[in-house]
């Protein structure tokens, strides 16, 4: 703060300056933990003068701090019953000299109304110092400084301000009855993929909830600003989207044949956000800039995984050196090389095929497998599929669940209807699993609308069928900012080539999480050989 006073009162004022920053960075610190919101609260300098001593007011009238003030002064965090408190301003944390200024701007903040989410790519909030003089700044969390490279702070704001529009009109359109029909059916497993929507439908369920809860008018509208800021990408779509569509079939009164036959229609996989028709020549060149501008040309070259670079959920163990029981003394005599005869208790015993869910598979077995066996029957249809993942390891991501922080440029494609064993060189008989992996989507962090599948990684199998064409991109799994120009995306993927076939080592058995299953394994453990029927997940 720049001052050239010496009167008693202002030397006091002075001397607290440093604590009263500190106070400003400590509840900065301790609000902005769980994301920020801006306010339509009025200029708040004025305030902050209005309420020092008037003797001092000159000496504290500073341009660097009046637009730190009034350009970070209003924002706030909300608390989940829609409440806000301010991000800077808290009477009780600061010297007593400041109080009266920072209560004044406590309240204003307070009483205002949220209008956006707040993000920002700077450092530094504000200018610490000129010279030799201190002023009002923040440094924020490094978390917190917006990093992007699809899109700026302001667009990302102006992003979630539409974001919020939607979601209103959405809102407005459905009733919580709806949107209750749409998650019983949906929860049901009587719809087509119905995953894909599901996760959607029940944070919409909650949301209704929660504001219905919630008698305010204001209050609901800062419970919704919370929901847009922190929903999964595209849940804020929902006219647009395939549970618009539901909840529309469902208003109208569809009887439940016809809700299902519509919506297993739209949600086919050679249908669902996949482009009929071929890109037009101005959608080739808006995807041209939006690739230049995000840097993305090397992220469209993809290869197929190895087994080696999988983040994997279980893989074969070496098995452990029998024990000879009837051995005496040391193992070093003239009989060391002899071998005892074996009771008949300790011999193998074939015990008949034990029927279970995965769930109890993965909790009672899996742990002490030392080897697992797929038995691959001749002419039957699997959902067998491939891994793959970026060529470059430094090509920016583009896949819903990769990011900046945690790198996972992995995703897996199989056939609409399975295929056959053979195509992917598969012959009958039980086929060793060289690990066991979650769908690339669920590695790190759960995505509720992409399936919790497992992959049974299989010795030498590979796509024999793809190995000439199509590079895997579906635009149901890229980043958003790619929805516009899906179109290019599809065509250049139909027409790419998969790099990486010799290497390829990540395919195997999809097995769904959805529905019965059929998969006969065995598995041998320090006990020997067991074999089990995979009727169901859980």
């Given at each position: 703060?720049?001052?050239?006073?010496?009167?008693?009162?202002?030397?006091?004022?002075?001397?607290?300056?440093?604590?009263?920053l500190h106070a400003i960075q400590?509840?900065?610190?301790?609000?902005?933990?769980?994301?920020?919101?801006?306010?339509?609260?009025?200029?708040?300098?004025?305030?902050?003068?209005?309420?020092?001593?008037?003797?001092?007011?000159?000496?504290?009238?500073?341009?660097?701090?009046?637009?730190?003030?009034?350009?970070?002064?209003?924002?706030?965090?909300?608390?989940?019953?829609?409440?806000?408190?301010?991000?800077?301003?808290?009477?009780?944390?600061?010297?007593?000299?400041?109080?009266?200024?920072?209560?004044?701007?406590?309240?204003?903040?307070?009483?205002?109304?949220?209008?956006?989410?707040?993000?920002?790519?700077?450092?530094?909030?504000?200018?610490?110092?000129?010279?030799?003089?201190?002023?009002?700044?923040?440094?924020?969390?490094?978390?917190?400084?917006?990093?992007?490279?699809?899109?700026?702070?302001?667009?990302?704001?102006?992003?979630?301000?539409?974001?919020?529009?939607?979601?209103?009109?959405?809102?407005?359109?459905?009733?919580?009855?709806?949107?209750?029909?749409?998650?019983?059916?949906?929860?049901?497993?009587?719809?087509?993929?119905?995953?894909?929507?599901?996760?959607?439908?029940?944070?919409l369920k909650d949301l209704y909830?929660?504001?219905?809860?919630?008698?305010?008018?204001?209050?609901?509208?800062?419970?919704?600003?919370?929901?847009?800021?922190?929903?999964?990408?595209?849940?804020?779509?929902?006219?647009?989207?395939?549970?618009?569509?539901?909840?529309?079939?469902?208003?109208?009164?569809?009887?439940y044949e016809e809700i299902r036959?519509?919506?297993?229609?739209?949600?086919?996989?050679?249908?669902?956000?996949?482009?009929?028709?071929?890109?037009?020549?101005?959608?080739?060149?808006?995807?041209?800039?939006?690739?230049?501008?995000?840097?993305?040309?090397?992220?469209?070259?993809?290869?197929?995984?190895?087994?080696?670079?999988?983040?994997?959920?279980?893989?074969?163990?070496?098995?452990?050196?029998?024990?000879?029981?009837?051995?005496?003394?040391?193992?070093?005599?003239?009989?060391?090389?002899?071998?005892?005869?074996?009771?008949?208790?300790?011999?193998?015993?074939?015990?008949?095929?034990?029927?279970?869910?995965?769930?109890?598979?993965?909790?009672?077995?899996?742990?002490?497998?030392?080897?697992?066996?797929?038995?691959?029957?001749?002419?039957?249809?699997?959902?067998?599929?491939?891994?793959?993942?970026?060529?470059?390891?430094?090509?920016?991501?583009?896949?819903?669940?990769?990011?900046?922080?945690?790198?996972?440029?992995?995703?897996?494609?199989?056939?609409?209807?399975?295929?056959?064993?053979?195509?992917?060189?598969?012959?009958?008989?039980?086929?060793?699993?060289?690990?066991?992996?979650?769908?690339?989507?669920?590695?790190?962090?759960?995505?509720?609308?992409?399936?919790?599948?497992?992959?049974?990684?299989?010795?030498?199998?590979?796509?024999?069928?793809?190995?000439?064409?199509?590079?895997?991109?579906?635009?149901?799994?890229?980043?958003?900012?790619?929805?516009?120009?899906?179109?290019?995306?599809?065509?250049?993927?139909?027409?790419?080539?998969?790099?990486?076939?010799?290497?390829?080592?990540?395919?195997?058995?999809?097995?769904?999480?959805?529905?019965?299953?059929?998969?006969?394994?065995?598995?041998?453990?320090?006990?020997?050989?067991?074999?089990?029927?995979?009727?169901?997940?859980?």
């Open positions: 703060m720049a001052t050239q006073s010496t009167t008693a009162v202002f030397d006091g004022a002075k001397n607290r300056y440093p604590d009263f400590t509840t900065f610190k301790n609000s902005s933990k769980d994301g920020l919101f801006t306010t339509d609260a009025p200029e708040l300098w004025h305030l902050f003068l209005k309420h020092l001593p008037e003797e001092v007011r000159q000496e504290y009238t500073c341009s660097a701090c009046r637009h730190f003030v009034n350009h970070f002064g209003s924002l706030v965090r909300i608390d989940n019953d829609g409440s806000t408190h301010s991000a800077l301003w808290h009477k009780q944390s600061v010297p007593a000299f400041f109080q009266a200024s920072v209560a004044a701007m406590q309240q204003a903040v307070e009483q205002a109304s949220v209008t956006g989410v707040f993000v920002s790519s700077l450092e530094v909030y504000g200018k610490p110092h000129t010279g030799h003089w201190r002023h009002m700044a923040l440094t924020p969390a490094k978390k917190m400084i917006w990093q992007s490279l699809f899109m700026n702070a302001g667009q990302y704001r102006a992003k979630k301000l539409e974001e919020f529009k939607m979601l209103s009109r959405a809102l407005n359109e459905f009733s919580a009855a709806t949107v209750d029909t749409a998650v019983r059916l949906l929860r049901s497993d009587k719809l087509y993929r119905s995953e894909k929507v599901l996760g959607v439908a029940e944070w909830a929660t504001l219905n809860h919630t008698p305010n008018i204001k209050l609901k509208t800062h419970q919704q600003w919370l929901a847009v800021a922190k929903a999964p990408e595209g849940f804020c779509h929902v006219r647009s989207s395939m549970i618009g569509s539901l909840l529309e079939d469902i208003e109208l009164g569809f009887e036959a519509r919506f297993a229609e739209k949600m086919h996989p050679l249908q669902y956000q996949r482009p009929q028709t071929a890109p037009s020549a101005g959608n080739i060149q808006q995807a041209e800039k939006i690739i230049e501008q995000l840097k993305a040309k090397k992220a469209l070259e993809r290869r197929y995984a190895r087994l080696d670079e999988l983040k994997l959920f279980w893989q074969p163990k070496a098995k452990p050196l029998a024990k000879n029981s009837k051995t005496l003394g040391t193992n070093t005599g003239v009989f060391a090389d002899l071998v005892a005869k074996q009771s008949t208790a300790s011999q193998a015993l074939e015990l008949p095929t034990e029927t279970m869910t995965w769930e109890k598979f993965q909790r009672k077995v899996l742990p002490n497998a030392l080897k697992i066996e797929l038995l691959i029957k001749n002419k039957q249809r699997l959902e067998l599929c491939a891994l793959t993942t970026a060529v470059h390891a430094d090509a920016p991501p583009i896949l819903q669940w990769d990011h900046l922080e945690q790198r996972n440029p992995f995703s897996v494609y199989l056939y609409h209807g399975g295929s056959e064993p053979s195509h992917w060189g598969l012959k009958t008989g039980f086929v060793e699993v060289t690990g066991l992996c979650k769908n690339p989507p669920h590695w790190y962090k759960d995505l509720s609308h992409h399936h919790k599948g497992m992959i049974f990684i299989l010795s030498k199998a590979r796509d024999l069928a793809r190995q000439t064409a199509g590079l895997a991109l579906f635009p149901e799994t890229l980043k958003s900012e790619f929805h516009p120009i899906r179109k290019t995306i599809e065509a250049f993927s139909k027409q790419g080539k998969l790099q990486g076939f010799e290497e390829s080592s990540a395919c195997g058995l999809f097995m769904n999480s959805n529905g019965a299953l059929n998969h006969r394994l065995r598995v041998t453990t320090e006990l020997g050989a067991q074999e089990y029927l995979l009727d169901r997940w859980d």
